[in-house]
């Protein structure tokens, strides 16, 4: 049995990992130890999350109020993106599902049919998330109060930094070893190529059966000592670098959703935390230099800032391979896309939940690793085609990044995925991706692309019995919304009970 576990790396991803490794294997008569260094700092950034993240504070058995307290975060419904489809436009993409599922069909055919005779139609009026978000409201969904809550999800706004600490106490109160030293050096084994031991600069030898890399852009097990490839995609994601600078909350920003602003050559985010809002621009360094990047941020910035600006490099792409001999990476060491749907987070806890799934012993080992392999970089590869969907979908003509971003060839799947839609309206969906079809249609639809044709089988209901349905799923939706407390006071009751 592979008993000893060693996670290289305190990130959000090293930590992650450590929590549910105690909570998972933690009994089961593992040893795990989690190596950090005192002087390589984290990333720090990872500020927004989607709904998944919520099950996995669940699955930990994190009390909700504790961890809003003491991570100082804000709930979170969607990401408002402006002036993506052109300048002036915006849309929200919301973290409900779109309508309701009463009539058989998925609701968004309906929809896309029922537009075509109210061109003007807002699709947002139809997700139930994306109104709240709008009118800055929020509550815990409640399916006994509706059915249009039972496709509801949220998610939340954290400081990534005061969140690793959260789980650190989590994990090491629950028999996690916890190590403040660097790697110097990780020695393989000569004939099976599996790493044996890492080498610290207290001079320490740490061996395990199992490693865990959470080593951050450095990689420095899987892409380091093992050698696994980086696969850039930077060709569709132009995007690599950002510069970022926290700012004051104010009554206008502090709203529950994330905000993704189109800018000349990438975009900016902000997003609010109890405490600070996190501001950034994340560009292309070949379509603009840094210093105009710094300047552009802090002239789009609508608070005051708290402290200088600072710089992050990184590229689009992952690793040949997340599982690699006794090595699986897990975050920023197994691969990155750009936090434009705040992805980073969710694949790290899906990483993490498909190894305890899969844990491997020596027999085991490389079936579990090539089946990891496989699920691994699907997931991956679909989030990118999603993020590169927004950049493709644009119609701002004057700016070169945006134009190369119109007229670039897209990876196959999504062009199929594109064709099939825009010929048919059929979005094509399977059962455990992270982004539903009503994901897709907000942003297909929010940056201007409509189907040449709806699918056949809707035509059973008339024209007037589709405007009863469309009418009463968006009043239903209205009411409720209406009824829901503002976002700020519902929150400062959680904080104040
Ligand atoms: C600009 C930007 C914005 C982002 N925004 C979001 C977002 O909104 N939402 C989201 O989900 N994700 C976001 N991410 C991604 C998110 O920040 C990361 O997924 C997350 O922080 C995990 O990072 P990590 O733990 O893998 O790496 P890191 O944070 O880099 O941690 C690496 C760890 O390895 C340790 N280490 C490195 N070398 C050694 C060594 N030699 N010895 C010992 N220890 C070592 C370091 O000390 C550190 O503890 C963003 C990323 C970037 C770059």
């Known amino acids: 049995m592979w008993k000893r576990i060693v996670i290289a790396g305190g990130g959000t991803a090293g930590w992650m990992t450590a929590a549910l490794m105690a909570k998972t294997l933690g009994r089961a008569g593992f040893d795990v130890c989690l190596i950090e260094s005192p002087t390589i700092g984290t990333v720090g950034v990872g500020e927004a999350t989607i709904p998944g993240f919520v099950h996995f504070n669940r699955l930990l058995g994190i009390d909700e109020k504790d961890f809003l307290k003491k991570v100082k975060a804000t709930f979170k419904l969607g990401i408002n993106f402006v002036d993506w489809n052109r300048a002036g436009s ?73 969140y690793a600490r959260y789980l650190q106490e989590y994990a090491t109160s629950r028999g996690i070893t916890h190590i403040e030293a660097d790697i110097t050096d990780i020695r393989l084994n000569e004939i099976t190529g599996h790493i044996e031991s890492l080498r610290l600069d207290d001079t320490r030898v740490i061996e395990g059966d199992f490693f865990i890399d959470c080593t951050g852009f450095r990689s420095l097990l899987l892409g380091g000592a093992l050698g696994v490839p980086f696969i850039s995609w930077q060709k569709w994601l132009k995007c690599d670098r950002a510069q970022v600078v926290a700012t004051a909350v104010t009554d206008d920003n502090f709203v529950p959703y994330t905000r993704a602003k189109a800018q000349i050559a990438g975009w900016q985010w902000r997003i609010p935390l109890q405490h600070r809002v996190g501001n950034g621009l994340v560009y292309s360094s070949a379509y603009m ?52 749907e705040s992805t980073s987070i969710h694949m790290i806890q899906k990483t993490i939940t498909r190894l305890s799934l899969l844990f491997p012993n020596a027999e085991t080992n490389a079936v579990l690793a090539k089946q990891f392999n496989e699920e ?18 644009n119609n701002r003509r004057n700016e070169p990044f945006w134009r190369d971003c119109q007229n670039m060839e897209l990876p196959d799947s999504l062009q199929h995925k594109l064709d099939l839609y825009q010929k048919t309206g059929y979005v094509h969906h399977e059962h455990n991706d992270v ?48 009824k829901m407390p503002l976002h700020l006071d519902y929150l400062q009751t959680i904080l104040r009970s």
């Not at 691994?376 to 979908?393: C, N, Q, S, T």
Request: net charge negative.
């Open 90 to 162: 915006e849309y929200i993409h919301g973290f409900s599902g779109l309508g309701d599922h009463g009539q058989g069909l998925p609701f968004y055919h309906y929809w896309l049919r029922w537009q075509k005779n109210h061109p003007q139609a807002n699709i947002e009026d139809h997700f139930l998330a994306s109104t709240c978000a709008r009118k800055k409201k929020f509550c815990h969904p409640d399916p006994s109060i509706s059915s249009l809550f039972s496709g509801a999800g949220y998610a939340y706004h954290i400081d990534a930094g005061l």
């Open 289 to 340: 230099d840094d210093k105009q990047a710094q300047s552009l941020l802090m002239s789009q910035i609508d608070s005051q800032p708290l402290a200088q600006p600072r710089m992050l490099k990184f590229n689009a792409g992952m690793r040949a391979r997340f599982w690699e001999k006794n090595c699986v990476a897990v975050g920023l060491s197994s691969g990155f896309l750009e936090p434009l």
């Open 376 to 393: 691994a970089a699907a997931e991956m590869e679909k989030i990118r085609d999603f993020v590169i969907l927004h950049y493709h979908l």
């Open 435 to 482: 982004f539903t079809e009503g994901s897709w249609l907000s942003v297909l639809v929010g940056q201007g692309s409509l189907p040449q044709h709806t699918m056949q089988m809707i035509n059973t209901m008339s024209d007037t019995q589709l405007d009863n349905y469309m009418n009463n799923v968006r009043q239903k939706i209205a009411e409720l919304s209406d």
